[in-house]
């Protein structure tokens, strides 16, 4: 991914957007190459999500099947470690 690109993610909760790409969370370049963003979800909830890139009213999807994770156990932090597909 290029820094000039916005990149965010989307999935099945409320707080990543509930695939809706106009609440979808952006994705910070600031440490690039790595891209992130800081959500706060329920402990052992199951999600899905894909990652989008927005240029003007154009959105890219990545590829399927959706990605899948479960949140870490109460008072655990958790990180996702992508790539693009």
């Known amino acids: 991914m290029l820094i000039a690109e ?3 993610v989307t999935g ?3 707080v990543i957007g509930s695939w809706d790409p ?3 969370v952006a994705l910070s370049s600031a ?3 790595n891209w ?5 979800v329920p402990a052992n909830t199951k999600f899905q999500y894909k ?6 009213s154009n959105v890219i999807w990545e590829s399927d099947p959706n990605r899948q ?11 996702v470690q992508d790539s693009w597909r």
């Open 6 to 8: 916005n990149v965010f």
């Open 12 to 14: 099945n909760m409320d």
């Open 22 to 24: 106009a609440k979808a």
């Open 31 to 33: 440490e690039y190459p």
């Open 36 to 40: 992130k963003a800081t959500v706060t």
């Open 51 to 56: 990652y989008i890139k927005k240029h003007g």
């Open 69 to 79: 994770g479960t949140t870490p156990a109460e008072g655990k932090n958790g990180t």
